[in-house]
């Protein structure tokens, strides 16, 4: 029994697991292989949609966030089911839940926190990325992170915590949230941000009387989104960027650009021009880095840039040759936001991004069928130019080729088919339809 082990059932993970089981059905491998996929969840996480997460708004609570959770956190069951099994003809693809806690390469084998020993024949690495902090003190105590789903229910709590607080009469100042790292994430959330606390401060600050009675003039809330770059969304044109900046404006985001953070408290942001913001919460989208546990496996190839801000810390991914697999180790493949790969086109880095990592996926799993039939590895191909930048309620700037672009409500729609593609690609069509109602039913409370 040839063994394959997938870590990561992310974008890039569940796609290899997916194509590589359709293919082997037809293959001479039919029954004679094996996939696993690891992932220390139970569920794949519908990330793009995380900020709708954070800043739904009026959900009926409940103590485990169900309907929240329902709309991106696809159980692996529903998808493997319907896609994998003898229902579909394919073979099976069993799921391990386990969080990963050593690859050994040299014998290999991977071990997980319950000190299980996995052994495999060809491994995909598919970990996906952790925040990277960039030493800038007090970063990783006082920043709320925005990675995964208890980031995204934290900072709903947060900010539903601090409207009640206003409501209440206990502020004499707004309520002031600040975003840093204005990339597309940064710049999402923060539009978000801007429309659930306006709704959010209608609906509990009763009257102007007790507006007044609490201190807080005019607006009751301020969204401060940081870059330290001279300029937001530098690969992005000038007259996108213009379009998105001004969006921001007309909801209320203030921009500040080239604000470079040197230290974060616990209500304040110092930057390094010398300036001094006060803040109530403090969301962290300044860059992704390796997962620790990958940076610490030995053996694996890692390239070595250095990061923003000086610190020896983010920056670092796992180096793969055109076909994907790591130099030195074949049979072992690495995809998706855990690896660099340059464009040969650009001599770049090329963004990490979830249709990259899906692609990959792609690429993987016909190079591995190559690899088991002695063939050569085909190259991968990066595509990355289309993008999709939601800017706050229905609306959002689509990026398509040649610089073809669709703004406003449309270009939301256009996210929502793109969704549902996505949705269309893993799971039956009911259940992609109703994911798609509940996403629709819910995330445009605020709208
Ligand atoms: C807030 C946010 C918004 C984004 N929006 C967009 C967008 O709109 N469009 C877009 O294209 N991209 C977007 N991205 C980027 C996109 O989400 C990533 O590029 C994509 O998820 C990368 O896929 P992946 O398979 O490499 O990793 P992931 O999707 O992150 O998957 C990694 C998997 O590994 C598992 N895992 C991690 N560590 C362990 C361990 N030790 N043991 C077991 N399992 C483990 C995780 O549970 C996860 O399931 C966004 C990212 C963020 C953070």
Same mark, same amino acid.
């Given at each position: 029994?040839?063994?394959?082990?997938?870590?990561?059932?992310?974008?890039?993970?569940?796609?290899?697991?997916? %194509?590589?089981?359709?293919?082997?059905?037809?293959?001479?491998?039919?029954?004679?292989?094996?996939?696993?996929?690891?992932?220390?969840?139970?569920?794949?996480?519908?990330?793009?949609?995380?900020?709708?997460?954070?800043?739904?708004?009026?959900?009926?609570?409940?103590?485990?966030?169900?309907?929240?959770?329902?709309?991106?956190?696809?159980?692996? #069951?529903?998808?493997?089911?319907?896609?994998?099994?003898?229902? #579909?003809?394919?073979?099976?693809?069993?799921?391990?839940?386990?969080?990963?806690?050593?690859? %050994?390469?040299?014998?290999?084998?991977?071990?997980?926190?319950?000190?299980?020993?996995?052994?495999?024949?060809?491994?995909?690495?598919?970990?996906? #990325?952790?925040?990277?902090?960039?030493?800038?003190?007090?970063?990783?105590?006082?920043?709320?992170?925005?990675?995964?789903? *208890?980031?995204?229910?934290?900072?709903?709590?947060?900010? *539903?915590?601090?409207?009640?607080?206003?409501?209440?009469?206990?502020?004499?100042?707004?309520?002031?949230?600040?975003?840093?790292?204005?990339?597309?994430?940064?710049?999402?959330?923060?539009?978000?941000?801007?429309?659930?606390?306006?709704?959010?401060?209608?609906?509990?600050?009763?009257?102007?009387?007790?507006?007044?009675?609490?201190?807080?003039?005019?607006?009751?809330?301020?969204?401060?989104?940081? *870059?330290?770059?001279?300029?937001?969304?530098?690969?992005?044109?000038?007259?996108?960027?213009?379009?998105?900046?001004?969006?921001?404006?007309?909801?209320?985001?203030?921009?500040?650009?080239?604000?470079?953070?040197? *230290?974060?408290?616990?209500?304040?942001?110092?930057?390094?021009?010398?300036?001094?913001? %006060?803040?109530?919460?403090?969301?962290?989208?300044?860059?992704?880095?390796?997962?620790?546990?990958?940076?610490?496996?030995?053996?694996?190839?890692?390239?070595?840039?250095?990061?923003?801000?000086?610190?020896?810390?983010?920056?670092?991914?796992?180096?793969?040759?055109?076909?994907?697999?790591?130099?030195?180790? =074949?049979?072992?493949?690495?995809?998706?936001?855990?690896?660099?790969?340059? %464009?040969?086109?650009? #001599?770049?880095?090329?963004?990490?991004?979830?249709?990259?990592?899906?692609?990959?996926?792609?690429?993987?799993?016909?190079?591995?069928?190559?690899?088991?039939?002695?063939?050569?590895?085909?190259?991968?191909?990066?595509?990355?130019?289309?993008?999709?930048? =939601?800017?706050?309620?229905?609306?959002?700037?689509?990026?398509?080729?040649?610089?073809?672009?669709?703004?406003?409500?449309?270009?939301?729609?256009?996210?929502?088919?793109?969704?549902?593609?996505?949705?269309?690609?893993?799971?039956?069509?009911?259940?992609?339809?109703?994911?798609?109602?509940?996403?629709?039913?819910?995330?445009?409370?605020?709208?």
């Amino acid at each position: 029994m040839v063994k394959i082990l997938i870590l990561g059932g992310g974008f890039g993970g569940i796609r290899a697991a997916l %194509d590589l089981n359709k293919k082997l059905k037809n293959k001479i491998l039919a029954g004679q292989a094996e996939i696993t996929l690891v992932d220390k969840n139970s569920y794949h996480l519908f990330v793009p949609a995380l900020y709708e997460v954070a800043s739904a708004y009026g959900v009926k609570r409940d103590p485990f966030a169900v309907r929240l959770k329902k709309t991106i956190c696809i159980p692996y #069951s529903d998808i493997f089911s319907a896609r994998s099994g003898p229902a #579909s003809g394919g073979e099976k693809i069993n799921f391990v839940q386990a969080g990963v806690s050593a690859i %050994d390469l040299e014998n290999k084998q991977v071990a997980t926190e319950g000190g299980e020993m996995l052994n495999y024949d060809y491994l995909v690495i598919a970990l996906g #990325s952790q925040a990277a902090d960039f030493g800038i003190s007090g970063a990783k105590e006082y920043a709320f992170q925005f990675k995964n789903l *208890e980031d995204a229910l934290l900072l709903n709590q947060k900010i *539903e915590e601090l409207i009640k607080e206003a409501a209440a009469g206990q502020r004499s100042q707004p309520i002031k949230i600040a975003v840093i790292g204005a990339g597309f994430t940064g710049i999402e959330i923060a539009a978000e941000f801007a429309r659930c606390v306006q709704k959010l401060a209608k609906t509990c600050l009763p009257s102007e009387a007790l507006a007044k009675e609490s201190g807080i003039k005019g607006r009751c809330e301020r969204i401060i989104l940081l *870059e330290a770059g001279p300029r937001i969304l530098p690969a992005v044109s000038a007259g996108e960027r213009d379009i998105i900046l001004k969006r921001l404006t007309r909801l209320g985001v203030e921009v500040l650009e080239g604000a470079a953070v040197e *230290e974060i408290g616990g209500n304040y942001i110092k930057l390094k021009n010398g300036k001094r913001l %006060d803040t109530d919460l403090i969301t962290w989208t300044a860059g992704i880095r390796l997962p620790d546990l990958l940076e610490k496996t030995l053996a694996l190839p890692l390239t070595e840039k250095p990061a923003r801000g000086g610190s020896a810390s983010g920056g670092k991914k796992i180096k793969v040759n055109n076909g994907l697999e790591l130099d030195g180790w =074949p049979g072992v493949f690495a995809i998706g936001d855990n690896t660099e790969f340059i %464009d040969p086109k650009t #001599s770049r880095p090329i963004p990490a991004l979830a249709y990259v990592a899906v692609d990959q996926g792609k690429i993987v799993a016909k190079n591995l069928l190559r690899l088991i039939g002695n063939k050569q590895l085909i190259e991968y191909r990066p595509f990355y130019s289309v993008w999709i930048a =939601p800017v706050g309620g229905k609306y959002a700037v689509a990026h398509f080729k040649d610089g073809f672009n669709v703004i406003g409500f449309w270009g939301w729609i256009m996210r929502e088919v793109v969704d549902f593609k996505y949705m269309l690609s893993i799971l039956s069509f009911k259940k992609a339809v109703s994911i798609l109602w509940q996403e629709i039913t819910l995330f445009t409370k605020n709208d």
